[in-house]
């Protein structure tokens, strides 16, 4: 059986739509290791980053193996969360098997078991009931129906009810799972994959829909609060009459409430047997966790031998450790409390090309909370300025969202909500004003994500931040790298005098007239804005050829101040945009 290329890219792409209609079930089925409601979204990205990195050329034609190689390197380059990162190591070691082209069902039984065989020595910590037993499970019923069906494809598609079984049996070989009263998110991930392949899952095929977790603990804590304060039997009866049970995916709250049921027409368990149950499914979403933060990372090097060197350092750090090599390329994935102190071990053997470190506390109170955010997007870059021009500017130099507060610096209520609805588990926010860190860093406490703030003074310094990201650059990384690559520009601003003031010299400033601002030092002053900024430069100016004017509110009808000043001076080029500031009636900057 020959497959090309192109008709690789096309199944996996099925398969990531699979997922991604499936990814806010998948979310609500998360407990292990930690409930943080981020499995659906992780796998989906771990899967839209091999696609994004692996093109096939429709003008070359290229097997089918060597592209599903390059996807799973890319799958393992691009995996997030610990369900991401065991599906890339079982992707990586199905493609290995598969390189020589030979897709025969015995090959293919081979590579099924070496997909699991990676995924199993990959990480340190391999546990029965998750997405691994599945794996193993799918190569073992594979080996079975091998004598009997030559196309591997037909051979998966009669696995699937037998590995939708082992799945069901997973609250019985995970006792989180089980206190919980869910099967294993990861493992039914991997099946919503197999199911895709088969071509079970369609666009007619109706997605499951189930309630968020937020809404069946709130149904749990009624229910509770009801049975506490001995209710009556018949207001008891109604709460659970309003269909609560339709689209409910927790076991164990459907055992709860089939035992109220139960308990109301005089049957067993007793109350008590019931609100112990009841305590225990909040308490299986409310975890003490040994470790907070989720870091990962990419590490280019050759000074390490093999993965095992890294297994070994960095081990006692945290759990959950997951080391995938390819060749000079190492992924890392660890749960630790010291995020900086793994950066640091890790730094001394190479140079990161991506870092990631997700508060896995804060995801897990938005995601049991009542005004839970449903995460969309891995990271999102945030600007704060005042004027309309600048947020038209800083977007299409690569910022995600800009909030214009125009005159009104914005409340801690506005930036709560503005960075909820970025809908992003990550989040790198900087404000053009000092006078608004303050809110701002309030705001981020409220918040659902994990936000970092670069505290800039200026909207020139978020020009600079953004000119040192390149356009295809990963920016979810700790706000020290993003800072890395800032560009410092050079800058002064001109302004109206609402009082009496004097320059750095001691000339007079009266009220109303023009003054330029350098560094928090009034420089010059004057009555005419161009001759102002053209006295500015020549004090300021270290042979800069670049001059860059950004027009506030108060100046837009003066559009042509780059024009007269080129012909004044004809030795610098200027430049003019609109950045509709109000505070300022230009900015300057000179590169």
């Known amino acids: 059986m020959n497959i090309d290329a192109q008709r690789v890219h096309s199944i996996m792409r099925n398969l990531h739509h699979s997922l991604l209609k499936q990814k806010n079930y998948l ?3 998360n407990v292990f290791p930690v409930p ?3 499995t659906g979204l992780n796998m989906t990205l771990t899967m839209q980053a091999a696609l994004t990195n692996t093109l096939p050329d429709r003008n070359v034609d290229i097997p089918g193996e060597t592209y599903l190689r390059e996807f799973a390197k890319n799958m393992l380059l691009g995996s997030r969360g610990c369900s991401g990162v065991i599906l890339s190591l079982y992707c990586k070691g199905v493609s290995e098997v598969l390189s020589n082209g030979d897709f025969s069902a015995e090959h293919v039984s081979e590579a099924l078991r070496n997909g699991y ?5 990959g990480i340190s910590n391999p546990t029965e ?3 691994l037993t599945i794996m193993r499970e799918l ?8 004598s009997e069906e030559s196309d591997p494809a037909r051979i998966i598609t009669r696995s699937i009810p037998y590995l939708k079984e082992v799945l069901s049996r997973t609250p019985e070989m995970l006792p989180v799972l089980k206190k919980a009263g869910v099967v294993d998110s990861g493992g039914a991930g991997f099946i919503i994959l197999l199911e895709g392949l088969s071509q079970e ?8 829909k189930a309630m968020p977790v937020h809404s069946l603990l709130k149904i749990n804590n009624n229910l509770r609060r009801l049975l506490r304060r001995n209710r009556s039997h018949r207001e008891i009866g109604a709460f659970l009459k309003k269909g609560i049970a339709q689209h409910i995916h927790l076991r164990k709250l459907e055992s709860i409430i089939d035992q109220t049921r139960r308990f109301l027409n005089g049957g067993s368990p007793a109350r008590e047997t019931i609100l112990q149950d009841i305590d225990d499914l909040n308490s299986s979403w409310d975890p003490d966790l040994q470790y907070r933060y989720c870091t990962e990372l990419v590490l280019d090097t050759s000074a390490l031998v093999d993965e095992q060197q890294l297994k070994t350092l960095l081990m006692e750090m945290g759990d959950s450790l997951m080391v995938l090599q390819d060749i000079d390329v190492f992924k890392i994935h660890i749960h630790t409390n010291i995020p900086d102190d793994v950066i640091d071990a890790v730094s001394q053997f190479g140079q990161l090309s991506f870092s990631k470190i997700d508060d896995m506390k804060k995801q897990h109170r938005n995601f049991i909370s009542d005004r839970s955010v449903e995460y969309e997007r891995e990271r999102s870059l945030f600007c704060i300025v005042s004027g309309d021009g600048f947020k038209d500017i800083l977007l299409s130099m690569g910022a995600d969202d800009v909030l214009d507060y125009g005159r009104r610096k914005p409340s801690v209520g506005q930036l709560v909500k503005h960075i909820n609805r970025l809908a992003a588990k990550n989040v790198i926010v900087a404000a053009d004003d000092r006078d608004i860190l303050m809110a701002l860093k309030y705001a981020v406490s409220l918040s659902k994500s994990n936000v970092s ?5 200026s909207v020139i310094s978020l020009i600079g931040m953004l000119m040192g990201l390149s356009g295809n650059q990963d920016i979810n990384r700790t706000v020290h790298e993003v800072m890395e690559r800032f560009i410092p520009i050079r800058f002064f601003a001109v302004a109206r005098a609402v009082k009496p003031s004097q320059t750095i010299e001691g000339d007079v400033i009266r009220k109303g007239e023009l003054f330029a601002i350098h560094q928090g030092v009034i420089v010059t002053s004057g009555r005419n804005a161009l001759e102002l900024i053209e006295s500015t430069l020549n004090i300021l100016r270290e042979g800069e050829s670049l001059v860059t004017l950004y027009i506030g509110s108060g100046a837009k009808k003066n559009r042509a101040g780059a024009e007269v000043l080129q012909a004044r001076l004809p030795a610098v080029q200027f430049e003019e945009y609109y950045g509709g500031q109000h505070k300022y009636l230009y900015y300057v900057t000179l590169e």
Not at 139 to 146: A, G, Q, W
Not at 201 to 208: E, T, Y
């Open 27 to 29: 979310n609500g089925l």
């Open 139 to 146: 190569y073992r019923h594979y080996d079975e129906l091998v």
């Open 201 to 208: 899952l369609d666009d007619n095929h109706a997605s499951r």
């Open 36 to 38: 943080d409601g981020d």
């Open 453 to 457: 703030v670069l505290e800039s003074d």
């Open 117 to 121: 065989e990676s995924a199993y020595t």
């Open 129 to 131: 009931g998750t997405i």
